[in-house]
């Protein structure tokens, strides 16, 4: 009996090996080793203090997306940004404010958010009364919240979405130039139809929104065939990419090919033929990497994490695949060119939201991506850090390169860096949103010199350029209103100065009207508030 049972012992050991060996190669073979690139000499690492976030998001997840709402909002014109974070079903959304050395949730106490899923928000004052009001996107449809002072009461938006459409996020800007802010509404498949990978079933996808201001806070539906899109939308920004005077719009969809929309005038969009593979493109964000004024875009995609057999989905071989992480280069003219292999992009692992900022203030412009996806059962074992890029010379052409930093990670289900300055100081901070778990955040305490410029955070600023003058190479920062995923960064843009180099000999702000605003001889480590032209 004795040896019976130790025969069985024996056999159960031997099971259970071969399959702590199987599922040991098995993750061998599916997690991907992501390349680490230390920088070199001479770019210097960030100091980023980690500071408690009282957040969890927690994934509702038989009745809604792992998505949240993330953006940064000067609730109190303080220049001091608050931050919300959406909330998914049967959870209360939150507003995070600095008080006494800590973020608190005041999101109770000022009325704001429900508890039904929240996936995207925007930060504008839409009514014009000098406080910053709250769009947010989600099983409730577009909600503005107005800010009201002591508390913010909400406004439905009335939008007649397709069958089994839910918003994810909202983009805006003045489209056809009338003078009055309009919206786009980026629309996915709702949680319980979701499947993927779907490339090629137009039952599936959900067309998107684009909403004409007729004024007074009422929106038209104004959707044509290209502006509805291809595919289900994770996000989408209006962004003007040719420097004409029109708001673009750039596409990040769940499946099929990243799409640009080009501005021709007068409401009417065309579709560029980008070309760039099928692949998950999930989020945006967009940068002046090379100094000449023109933004290059960045495209997140399922990278080396998930082989491509597993998602090969209903693509046909006629739809060549696209799995790693997409830099355009910004040619000018609406031609662009994938340099994310040179600029040191290549074997990074499924990213969602990203974000440029020159977090270490050496005066070029980094890359923050969050990375992991909630439903891949390896990444419940094996998380992948979140990356913080910090920017340098080397890529191809004198283009930029990235190189990977330890600092300010996050080991998490990353949803988007978004990128806020938490405790007034100037310096923009780090704070991962995160889907399925607790957020976290960094106070940005690197040393160095730098210049922050805050502009109204209205409709009339978005488009404006903003750039300094006497620093040679210096990005030139653009007023975006909503990027990263389904996100809004900070209405601050903050220079970093190389070490050595000259004092800025004036700051220069061009509003989308073509009025200059001119501060001459701007002094370092100061906010400069701006406001637009009367």
């Not at 996107?137 to 577009?142: D, I, N, W």
């Not at 996000?235 to 090919?257: C, H, K, P």
């Not at 220079?495 to 004036?506: I, V």
Request: contains cysteine.
């Amino acid at each position: 009996m004795n040896k019976t049972r130790s025969r069985w012992r024996l056999v159960v050991l031997g099971v259970l090996a071969f399959m702590t060996l199987a599922v040991t190669a098995a993750c061998t073979v599916l997690v991907a080793d992501e390349p680490r690139r230390p920088p070199p000499p001479g770019i210097t690492e960030p100091v980023l203090l980690a500071l408690a976030v009282p957040f969890e998001h927690r994934w509702a997840r038989d009745s809604s997306h792992p998505l949240l709402a993330a953006a940064a909002i000067d609730i109190d014109g303080d220049g001091r940004d608050e931050v919300f974070l959406g909330g998914s079903a049967g959870q209360p959304d939150a507003l995070l404010v600095w008080h006494e050395g800590a973020l608190v949730d005041r999101a109770a106490a000022l009325q704001l958010g429900d508890t039904r899923a929240t996936y995207g928000a925007l930060s504008l004052d839409l009514d014009g009364d000098g406080r910053v009001d709250l769009l947010t996107v989600g099983e409730a449809g577009l909600t503005l919240w107005l800010n009201r002072g002591a508390r913010f009461e909400p406004r439905a938006i009335e939008v007649k979405l397709p069958p089994d459409a839910v918003p994810l996020a909202v983009t805006a800007g003045d489209f056809d130039r009338d003078g009055r802010v309009d919206l786009y509404l980026s629309l996915f498949v709702a949680p319980a139809k979701f499947r993927s990978p779907v490339f090629n079933d137009p039952a599936h996808a959900k067309t998107n929104v684009l909403l004409r201001n007729l004024g007074e806070l009422a929106f038209q539906d104004v959707t044509d065939r290209v502006t509805a899109g291809l595919q289900n939308t994770f996000t989408s920004s209006f962004v003007d990419l040719d420097r004409d005077g029109w708001l673009d719009l750039v596409l990040a969809q769940n499946t099929g090919e990243a799409e640009i929309l080009h501005n021709r005038g007068q409401g009417r969009f065309e579709r560029l033929p980008l070309r760039t593979g099928y692949g998950f493109w999930m989020g945006l964000a967009f940068g002046d990497l090379h100094g000449k004024g023109h933004l290059d875009i960045f495209v997140s995609n399922a990278g080396s994490s998930i082989p491509g057999f597993v998602v090969r989905g209903d693509r046909r071989d006629d739809q060549p695949a696209a799995l790693p992480w997409l830099l355009l280069r910004n040619d000018g003219g609406m031609r662009f060119t994938d340099i994310g292999e040179a600029a040191g992009l290549g074997g990074f692992g499924f990213a969602w939201g990203g974000s440029f900022e020159d977090i270490n203030l050496d005066g070029a412009l980094d890359l923050l991506v969050a990375e992991n996806y909630v439903r891949w059962p390896i990444h419940r074992l094996f998380k992948l850090p979140g990356k913080v890029l910090l920017g340098g010379a080397g890529g191809a052409a004198g283009g930029p390169r990235f190189f990977t930093s330890e600092a300010g990670a996050n080991a998490s289900y990353g949803h988007v860096p978004l990128i806020a300055d938490l405790d007034g100081d100037g310096r923009n901070d780090l704070l991962w949103a995160n889907m399925d778990g607790a957020a976290r955040a960094y106070l940005n305490r690197t040393p160095g010199r730098y210049l922050s410029v805050r502009l109204p955070d209205t409709p009339r600023s978005i488009g404006a350029r903003v750039r300094l003058e006497g620093v040679p190479g210096a990005a030139v920062r653009y007023v975006i209103a909503g990027e990263g995923l389904t996100s809004d960064r900070t209405a601050q843009h903050t220079f970093g100065m190389p070490a050595g180099s000259a004092a800025p000999t004036a700051l220069k702000v061009e509003w989308p009207d073509g009025r200059f605003t001119t501060i001459e001889n701007p002094l370092l480590h100061t906010r400069l508030v701006v406001a637009a032209p009367p």
